[in-house]
């Protein structure tokens, strides 16, 4: 599941205010410590993961507000 | 009211040069002297209804678009840089709450009394502790059943003493994390406060941005209904940088106009073309009109998410990084036409007491690139730059 995938890169780059275990896929990220700087790592080491490039009309906060929203860009990305 | 709301975008242009050669010229060195807030000028904005502006037609504004907006700005940075940031930093709050408060009804309401009342909107967004980071804040409104309290430390309020009310940013209730925020309109009658530091400054005198301790309360609906981190990157972001990149282009017009006037009386007065000075003064025009460019690109793009209804398209790093280089690269170009307007004049440009000084623009100028500072913005765009992939 690229889900579970995603949910652990967001808990390697994402200093985030409470356990990875407790974050809902869609609590909003923003509010739980993502940081426009993590945004970038993360954007990284998703494209490193699944091996995609995030399109420009991605990059937005929308794109990365939530786990939900990641896994939405990701399977865009992977079709 | 009616006559009003049927003023065209011509006629409210001629209204703010009319305005900005008498009243505000006649007090700009005043202003900028005492440190003091261009009274004057808002009684005069005020009689003439210039603060609804942006106040759709429908609450009793003229319901004029971003772009039109930001050329009334312009134009007053043509007069006094103040004066001109002043209005700007309104027209930003105003902005907010038309484009973030019209589902709910209290803040219909709020803008029918902008405009019925003329308010004058202030910002406490910055606050002490937390570094500059707007993204960020320390206090909270603490909410008890309809009504709510703030206290916040904030560093500077521009024209705080002189607001109808003020736009507070803080975390969203006692628990929310720091980047969790709301922001609440608090009017004058609901506020106190505290001074902890002045505003003796180089340029932007009359701005008076002074720091306070503000204590306000009020009632629940006073929150905006959008969350602040949408409201900053839909609105107060690109509508600052966008109307303080006009008003600064403004200024720096103003003294190329002043240059220009300079060259055109050395020529009256030796009947030969002054050969150097007009060079360098149709030089001067080619960096202005860099300056108008990139504004000019950034407002049409802009304009264009606000005509779709989507601001969601302003969330677009491509989008944000433009509208970063409008302030990045308008405040640093009004330092350099500032300044070689003054070497076209020469010393009378250099002069206090000569028609053709700049000195009052030469201060503002330098502030442009430290309010919001560039570094901060150079370092978010650095880091959007390594996520997108063209420009």
Same mark, same amino acid.
């Given at each position: 599941m690229s889900i579970d995938r995603i949910r652990n890169i967001v808990a390697e780059n994402v200093k985030l205010a409470k356990n990875i275990a407790e974050i +809902?896929?869609?609590?909003?990220l923003y509010s739980l410590g993502l940081t426009s700087l993590t945004t970038v790592n993360l954007m990284l080491s998703l494209e490193d993961e699944f091996d995609v490039e995030f399109d420009d009309a991605m990059l937005s906060r929308h794109t990365f507000e939530s786990i939900a929203a990641l896994n939405e860009a990701i399977s865009e990305l992977l079709d | 009211m009616e006559a009003l709301t049927a003023r065209s975008f011509e006629q409210l242009k001629s209204t703010m040069h009319e305005i900005g050669s008498s009243v505000v010229s006649e007090h700009a060195t005043d202003v900028d002297e005492k440190a003091r807030f261009p009274d004057e000028a808002f009684s005069a904005f005020k009689h003439n209804k210039l603060? +609804?502006?942006?106040?759709?037609k429908e609450y009793?504004?003229?319901?004029?678009?971003i772009t039109e907006v930001s050329e009334l700005c312009r134009i007053l940075g043509l007069y006094c840089g103040s004066t001109a940031m002043i209005y700007a930093m309104h027209q930003i709050q105003v902005a907010c709450i038309v484009h973030h408060g019209q589902q709910s009804s209290y803040f219909q309401s709020y803008l029918q009394q902008i405009a019925e009342n003329q308010l004058l909107l202030a910002s406490a967004t910055t606050?002490?502790?937390?570094?500059?980071?707007?993204?960020?804040?320390i206090c909270h409104v603490d909410i008890d059943g309809e009504s709510f309290t703030i206290e916040k430390k904030a560093p500077v309020i521009s024209y705080a003493l002189n607001a109808d009310a003020i736009l507070v940013t803080c975390r969203?209730?006692?628990?929310?994390?720091?980047? @969790?925020q709301v922001q609440v309109v608090i009017n004058k009658s609901q506020l106190e406060l505290e001074p902890i530091s002045g505003w003796d400054t180089l340029?932007?005198?009359?701005?008076?941005?002074s720091g306070f301790i503000l204590k306000g309360s009020g009632s629940k609906?006073?929150?905006?209904?959008?969350?602040f981190a949408l409201v900053l990157s839909h609105s107060m972001h690109p509508v600052s940088h966008l109307t303080w990149g006009s008003l600064w282009t403004g200024i720096a017009q103003g003294a190329v106009n002043k240059a220009r006037q300079s060259v055109r009386d050395m020529m009256r007065r030796s009947?030969?073309?002054?050969q150097i000075t007009a060079i360098r003064l149709a030089e001067l025009d080619e960096v202005l009109f860099s300056m108008k460019g990139g504004v000019q690109m950034a407002l049409k793009e802009y304009q264009s998410i606000l005509d779709s209804q989507n601001?969601?398209?302003?969330?677009k790093y491509g989008f944000s990084t433009q509208i970063n280089n409008v302030k990045t690269r308008c405040s640093e170009l009004i330092v350099d036409v500032v300044g070689k307007a003054m070497l076209v004049i020469g010393i009378n440009g250099y002069?206090? @007491?000569?028609?053709?000084?700049l000195s009052r623009e030469l201060r503002d100028s330098y502030g442009a690139a430290l309010m919001v500072n560039n570094d901060r913005i150079r370092g978010h765009n650095a880091t959007m730059q390594i996520a997108i992939k063209e420009s």
């Open positions: +809902s896929n869609n609590d909003d | 603060l +609804s502006v942006y106040v759709p009793g504004g003229d319901g004029l678009n606050e002490i502790g937390v570094g500059g980071d707007l993204r960020s804040s969203a209730n006692k628990e929310a994390p720091a980047s @969790d340029g932007f005198r009359g701005t008076c941005s609906d006073q929150i905006l209904p959008t969350p009947n030969e073309m002054p601001l969601y398209k302003a969330e002069r206090n @007491d000569s028609k053709y000084s």
